[in-house]
């Protein structure tokens, strides 16, 4: 038994920290994340020469990772500075392509951005449920694509001989309507009408699932590194400011919502653990459902400790309080998980 | 990261089940599984077994009869005996005073009273709260005056658990009223026979008897049984706190009544269909689950932190409020889930109550009750946040 990340995961999410803290400070995050083209380029680019992405797959595939424990390693450190950049499509389309055999070295260079285009208006989360059809080309829409504002490359699912199929669609060749996201960061609308597209895989749903379950694990893992932010910011301020005479975390309503939270926290950090071990889908989904309820506490719960200060713009905590609430509704949400859970009861 | 047990700890796990298997009296765990009360003699017989077995002081050092176990090998011993309903080791002896007494006490009081701990020759009971002083331990008032070579006791001790049964009870008492609180509080040991102490039963609000008040009137006791030093008797209270605190998350108990709570829900029915397929039920349970199977985890990071440092830490107070409220949580669904029948007493028909439910869960409603206490003994969940304020928050 052993807690202690490996030596390479930790200099890897070392050096990450490092340069997310020199190049993503807060007032630099704020501005790229909410005005088109929604993210930082440069910072991409830089991100990607410290080889972040080579965590998404194994040293067979061409990578240096591809384990639970390396998108740990990469996305607490993204949820902690709040990151806006696209790199959940990349941490499930590196398995997906690998899965393909297709060459992988223009997604882990970052020369190539991928966005996996899975959700539909009428069934979010649901790969199985979608109707976009494939055949040598593609005929349908993909709603909330995240990252697809940055992205050069699709993965997109489609049925296909009454199969799920995996295609790659050029973002040149499709409908991308990039749009901007409350919490930061982009999405993309992807309107397809007969749309060039080449089929990867042409019997993905495995994969798929796969795929999506590795980007769980991945948003469990942001939402703990965004969490242990807004769980140090909010005690900071209890211990500064002063009211009544004294500082407000001398009041013990106030104390005991803040060990409630940091018990919340490390249940959501255990959990979280246990599915970057496991990696079987239940185990993600029950981390995913938990973790999705714990952040949206201590969304809620930083801002109220925090008073008027935490509602405002220029208040950092104000954006990782958005990202916690929202990230609960990608790829799938607390109650969504609680009931795939709930089906291995019957 | 890995979150297996090594492979010594694997093949004792291994071996704790084999002997769980092989030496736990079928009929106790019955009577365990039920929910109802453990009889003097059950937990008798099952602290002989554990004895001969070299397994009863789990705490102690190898020296003084203990198995030589780091934290690890407990929390796999608890795990395993509660998934096995063996009944819980009574820690009056064992988990409190013994390790007291091997930290404070003197050569002749380990070689008198550690044997007789461990053979079951003696009997203990805990005499700390008071009726003026529960979470604030420190306002004791129960008095032990020096007169010669004997210490003079009156007052009150309360919530005695099982004390009707205890041969000696160890107590705090205050020898000094002058300074603060906490200064002037003295360890004692007392003989429960001796004259002027009365016993008399609280009955709980499940209509059981487990705690008593016990009162003292100029109860004389030999000096020779004071531990440690007069007037500094806090010391060692807050010692023993930190002994309690081990294996204070309860994971097994839990992970046997979520899978009791399965099971139950698997064959019963409501409104034409299986009470597991109805999503609010389901729902309900899944989230307990799911804080269960973080607790698990968590409760593994402190294992490896006590392993580590040598102590637990402040931190497992977390696993003590978290891992309260899933039990009470699962009591609660048990009793849900036996719907209307729930609410028989335990021996509440006259012709038996194997007319009303079997006898498993006819404990089900008085285990939801009795647990209710779970938050609150031990330094009540509330005082655990206030711990957690000052030691983890240094607010």
Redesign the interface.
């Known amino acids: 038994?052993?807690?202690?990340?490996?030596d390479d995961r930790r200099m890897l999410a070392d050096s990450l920290s490092k340069l997310l803290g020199d190049r993503y400070g807060i007032e630099h995050r704020t501005s790229v994340a909410y005005d088109p083209p929604f993210h930082d380029i440069e910072g991409w680019k830089s991100l990607a020469e410290l080889g972040i992405l080579y965590a998404f797959v194994s040293e067979d595939s061409g990578g240096m990772g591809g384990g639970g424990?390396d998108l740990l390693a990469v996305f607490e450190q993204l949820g902690a500075a709040l990151c806006p950049e696209p790199l959940l499509g990349a941490a499930m389309a590196a398995p997906l392509l690998a899965e393909a055999g297709e060459e992988l070295e223009p997604l882990l260079s970052g020369e190539a951005i991928y966005a996996l285009a899975v959700d539909e208006p009428e069934a979010p989360w649901d790969a199985e449920g979608g109707a976009t059809e494939g055949g040598d080309t593609l005929t349908g829409r993909k709603t909330a694509v995240y990252g697809g504002n940055a992205a050069t490359h699709f993965l997109v699912s489609a049925r296909r001989e009454g199969k799920l199929a995996l295609y790659e669609v050029k973002a040149e060749d499709a409908a991308v309507t990039p749009w901007g996201m409350i919490d930061g960061g982009g999405a993309a609308e992807l309107m397809l009408d007969g749309t060039a597209a080449r089929c990867l895989l042409p019997d993905a749903g495995p994969a798929i699932e796969r795929a999506l379950d590795g980007g769980r694990l991945a948003l469990c893992a942001e939402a703990v590194g965004a969490m242990d932010w807004c769980y140090a910011t909010t005690?900071n301020y209890?211990?500064s400011r002063k009211q009544f005479g004294r500082?407000i975390?001398?009041f013990?309503a106030l104390?005991?919502r803040?060990?409630?939270m940091?018990?919340a926290i490390?249940?959501?950090?255990?959990?979280t653990?246990?599915a970057?071990?496991r990696m079987d889908w239940r185990?993600v989904a029950?981390a995913k459902?938990?973790v999705g309820?714990v952040a949206r506490k201590v969304s809620e719960e930083s801002i109220q400790l925090h008073g008027g200060i935490g509602m405002t713009w220029e208040y950092p905590l104000s954006h990782y309080a958005k990202r916690l609430v929202m990230l609960d509704a990608q790829l799938g949400d607390a109650?969504f998980h609680?009931?795939r859970?709930?089906a291995t009861?019957? | 990261m890995d979150l297996s047990y090594s492979p010594q700890e694997q093949a004792f796990q291994a071996e704790v089940r084999q002997f769980l298997a092989d030496e736990l009296p079928e009929d106790i765990a019955a009577r365990v599984k039920a929910g109802g009360e453990v009889s003097k003699e059950d937990t008798e017989r099952w602290h002989a077994i554990l004895q001969s077995r070299g397994w009863l002081a789990q705490t102690w050092p190898e020296e003084h009869g203990g198995p030589g176990w780091g934290p690890v090998e407990r929390h796999i011993f608890d795990e395993e005996a509660a998934r096995a309903y063996a009944p819980r080791i009574l820690p009056f002896g064992l988990q409190m005073l013994g390790p007291v007494l091997i930290k404070f006490g003197s050569d002749a009081q380990k070689a008198h009273y550690l044997p007789r701990i461990l053979d079951g020759t003696d009997w203990w009971c805990q005499g700390y709260s008071e009726p003026g002083a529960g979470s604030d331990l420190a306002s004791l008032k129960t008095k032990a005056v020096r007169d010669g070579d004997e210490y003079v006791v009156n007052g009150q001790k309360t919530w005695t658990t099982l004390g009707q049964h205890a041969d000696w009870i160890f107590c705090l008492v205050r020898t000094d009223g002058s300074g603060k609180p906490q200064e002037g509080i003295s360890f004692l040991l007392i003989d429960m026979k001796t004259p002027g102490i009365e016993v008399r039963p609280i009955r709980l609000i499940e209509g059981g008897h487990e705690v008593n008040e016990v009162f003292f009137t100029d109860v004389r006791v030999p000096a020779e049984n004071l531990v440690w030093k007069e007037n500094d008797g806090w010391t060692v209270a807050k010692y023993l706190l930190t002994h309690e605190r081990t294996g204070i998350a309860g994971v097994g108990f839990s992970i046997a009544a979520f899978e009791r709570v399965k099971a139950l829900a698997s064959r019963t029915v409501r409104g034409g269909k299986r009470l597991i397929d109805d999503p609010l039920f389901a729902a309900r349970l899944a989230e307990v689950e799911m804080d269960l199977e973080a607790m698990k985890i968590f409760n593994l990071r402190m294992l490896a932190e006590a392993q580590r440092v040598g102590h637990p830490g402040v931190e497992t107070s977390m696993l003590k409020i978290r891992g309260t409220e899933v039990r009470q949580a699962l009591n609660d669904l048990y009793r849900r889930a036996l719907g209307p029948a729930a609410a028989v007493m335990p021996g509440g028909a006259p012709s038996g109550n194997a007319a009303v439910l079997v006898p498993e869960d006819e404990g089900a409603a008085a285990s939801y009750f009795n647990n209710r206490k779970i938050s609150i003994f031990g330094g009540s969940n509330e005082i655990q946040k206030n711990i957690l304020t000052k030691a983890m928050l240094e607010l």
């Open positions: 038994m052993n807690f202690e990340m490996t424990f005690l209890l211990k500082e975390g001398k013990q104390q005991h803040m060990v409630e940091k018990t490390e249940q959501a950090r255990s959990i653990i246990a970057a071990d185990s029950m459902s938990l309820r109650d609680t009931a859970v709930t009861y019957a």
